[in-house]
């Protein structure tokens, strides 16, 4: 009988290579999903970069800036765009597009403290013919 006393302390070589093997079935989906990708890597790359690099016969000159891809506005420019903007916010606001009048509180406030139970009512097939024209 105390032969078998050290078994439930100490962990065996058959108990360790079980819980090895469990361990391994249970992290391997998640391991292997971290490894895939459902976008094609072709489609979002931008062409030059899709084709590789290609030889020119040269090496590229670092000392010379980069063509830009637009000029650049200058602040006469700026302040010119950003007077048209304002000039069509104005003309949008006096066309009606402004500030809306102020609800009336009191009847959003009644109509919140009654929506909720009248919905209920309508729910639950406890209606009321003021409310619903349909109710029976």
């Given at each position: 009988m105390t032969i078998?006393?050290?078994?439930?302390?100490?962990?065996?070589?058959?108990?360790i290579c079980?819980?090895?093997?469990?361990?391994?079935m249970l992290c391997?989906?998640?391991?292997?999903?971290?490894?895939?990708s459902t976008?094609?890597?072709?489609?979002?790359?931008?062409?030059?970069?899709?084709?590789?690099?290609?030889?020119t016969g040269s090496y590229p000159n670092l000392n010379i800036r980069p063509q830009v891809a637009a000029k650049q506005l200058s602040k006469e420019e700026t302040a010119a765009?950003?007077?048209?903007?304002?000039?069509?916010?104005?003309?949008?606001?006096?066309?009606?597009g402004g500030a809306k009048p102020a609800p009336n509180t009191a009847a959003l406030n009644t109509l919140a403290r009654t929506h909720g139970g009248d919905t209920l009512?309508?729910?639950e097939g406890k209606c009321d013919p003021a409310l619903d024209p349909n109710c029976n």
């Open positions: 078998n006393v050290g078994g439930t302390y100490f962990l065996g070589v058959g108990s079980r819980i090895a093997v469990a361990a391994a391997a989906p998640l391991l292997a999903s971290g490894c895939t976008s094609n890597a072709n489609s979002s790359a931008p062409t030059a970069l899709a084709e590789g690099p290609k030889d765009k950003l007077g048209e903007l304002k000039a069509e916010q104005q003309a949008q606001l006096a066309k009606g009512k309508q729910i």
